[in-house]
C-alpha cells in the first residue's frame, strides 16, 4: 500500500516487484492521509484494477503500530473487502470522500484531484 502523507495518484503499484505472487495489478488513484496525524494514520484509499477496470475504495485508520489496511484484502474484483465505486453509486462516493477529513482545508486539492481521477475512469 502507499505510505506517507503525499497523495498519490496516477501510479501503478507492481507488487510483483515487492514479492507478493499473484497479486493483482491496480492502479491507485488517490491516497490521502489525515495530515496531523501524529504517530498513526488515517487512510482514504481509492484505486482501480488494471484488469477489470473496476474501481474500489476503502478507509482505515488507527496508531503507528498496525499497517495500514492490513485487515482488508483485495483478491479479485469479485473476492474483496474494499468497496466498489461504479456510475451508479458514484455520488454516493463522493459524498463519503468530502465527508472524510470534515474541515481539514489542506486536503481540498488531494480529494478533488481523486474525485477527477475516478469520475474518469467511470467515464
Known amino acids: 500500500m502507499a ?3 503525499e ?3 496516477g501510479y501503478t503499484y507492481d507488487y510483483e516487484s515487492y514479492e507478493k505472487k499473484n497479486v493483482p ?3 491507485v488513484l488517490g491516497c ?3 495530515p496531523d496525524a501524529d504517530y498513526s494514520f488515517d487512510y482514504f484509499w481509492v484505486f482501480k484494477h488494471d484488469e477489470s477496470g473496476r474501481v474500489f475504495w476503502g478507509t482505515d485508520r ?3 503500530c498496525p499497517s495500514p489496511f492490513e485487515d482488508d484484502h483485495f483478491t479479485t474484483p469479485d473476492d474483496t473487502s474494499f468497496s466498489e465505486v461504479t ?3 458514484l455520488e454516493e ?3 463519503e470522500l468530502w ?3 470534515d474541515g481539514a482545508d489542506s486536503l481540498q486539492d488531494e480529494k478533488r484531484e481523486a474525485e477527477k481521477l475516478v469520475r474518469e475512469a467511470l467515464a
Open 99 to 101: 465527508a472524510h477529513y
Open 7 to 9: 497523495f498519490f495518484y
Open 25 to 27: 495489478k491496480i492502479t
Open 3 to 5: 505510505r506517507g502523507n
Open 62 to 64: 488507527g496508531c503507528s
Open 93 to 95: 462516493f463522493v459524498k
Open 32 to 34: 490521502i492521509n489525515d
Open 87 to 89: 456510475k451508479s453509486n
